[in-house]
């Protein structure tokens, strides 16, 4: 997260800083729990990895759904249903067109749930309901299908150990250095907080982290390097995206699923875009 300092002279809200000792200790052991699901996960491959993304990116996309809801109807059930099927079929080796085949499903039963619900209410929301429930399929299931594919690759531990390491350096310093020395909003309207600074010093963390795993993994620069500095720009971004998204459904967290950290969306949103170019990457070298 880059932030940024507050103006010269403001004073922080006694209860926007930590509350207590165990808030700081519950937040340390979720983080913790997180990282070694997702580590030793990415180490065992298989059901093992498949297992912990599909649990990941159904509650992300729960979160999401939840969230737009706020706005207008979705239903989120054929959501659901659609994204765990397209999570099972990448899991079992479907091609790619079974995967389309099975978005294509999800908006036709979501368009002939609106025919039922204008026939039986008079009113329907079939524009936003397709639209909605589509989006949360491209924007969350797709990515971590992506990174299911990822690691039958050959170098795919690898490739994902990159992805994950990098995103959380390049947090961890974004946070860091904005908080120390941010002075230059980033974007301010949609999240006050970050800072040029902020930017900057995640960018640096992440190539710094992948400079550090190359000499770990013993292998070539490329496209590891390529992906570290995808990392630090892409996922910024990517953390921005979800902030607008809060912005406009006026919520804080997308969920509370993790104590201290939010919801998996809140601490994965960054992971989306970093799994989906990396993706395209080591497709398009392959």
């Known amino acids: ?34 990282f070694a699901c997702v580590v030793s996960g990415i180490l065992m491959g298989g059901w093992a990895w498949n297992i912990v993304v ?9 979160e999401l759904y939840k969230m737009m809801y706020t706005k207008y109807r979705l ?38 749930t609106e025919i039922i619900r204008r026939q039986a209410t008079g009113h329907s929301y079939a524009l936003w309901n397709m639209g909605g ?6 924007y969350i299931i797709l990515p971590w299908s992506f990174l299911i594919l990822l690691r039958s ?23 860091l250095v904005g908080s120390t020395f941010g002075e230059s909003p980033l974007c301010d309207k949609v999240s006050p907080a970050k800072s040029w600074e902020g930017f900057w010093g995640g960018i640096a963390a992440s190539v710094i982290c992948v400079s550090i795993l190359i000499v770990l993994f013993e292998m070539a620069p490329f496209p ?3 992906l570290g ?35 998996f969306l809140d601490r994965f949103d960054s992971i989306l875009i970093n799994a989906t170019l990396t993706f395209f990457i080591i497709e398009v070298i392959s």
């Open 1 to 34: 997260m880059a932030l940024h300092k507050p103006p010269a002279g403001a004073r922080i809200k006694e209860e926007d800083a930590p509350s207590d000792k165990k808030d700081l200790l519950r937040r340390i052991a979720s983080g913790a729990a997180i």
């Open 54 to 62: 599909s649990l990941i990116a159904l509650c992300s996309l729960w």
């Open 75 to 112: 239903s989120r059930g054929w959501g659901l249903a659609g994204g765990a099927l397209m999570l099972a079929a990448v899991s079992t080796g479907f091609s790619y067109a079974v995967i389309i085949s099975i978005m294509t499903i999800v908006a036709l039963l979501v368009l002939f």
């Open 133 to 138: 429930t589509l989006s949360g399929l491209v």
């Open 153 to 175: 690759h050959p170098h795919g531990a690898q490739y994902l150990l990159t992805i994950f390491f990098c995103t959380w350096s390049c947090d961890v310093a974004a946070y």
């Open 224 to 226: 590891l390097v390529l």
């Open 229 to 263: 500095a995808l990392c630090g720009v892409a996922g910024q971004l990517g953390d921005l995206a979800e902030s607008v998204l809060k912005r406009e459904a006026k919520v804080k967290d997308a969920g509370n699923l993790i104590p201290g950290h939010g919801g």
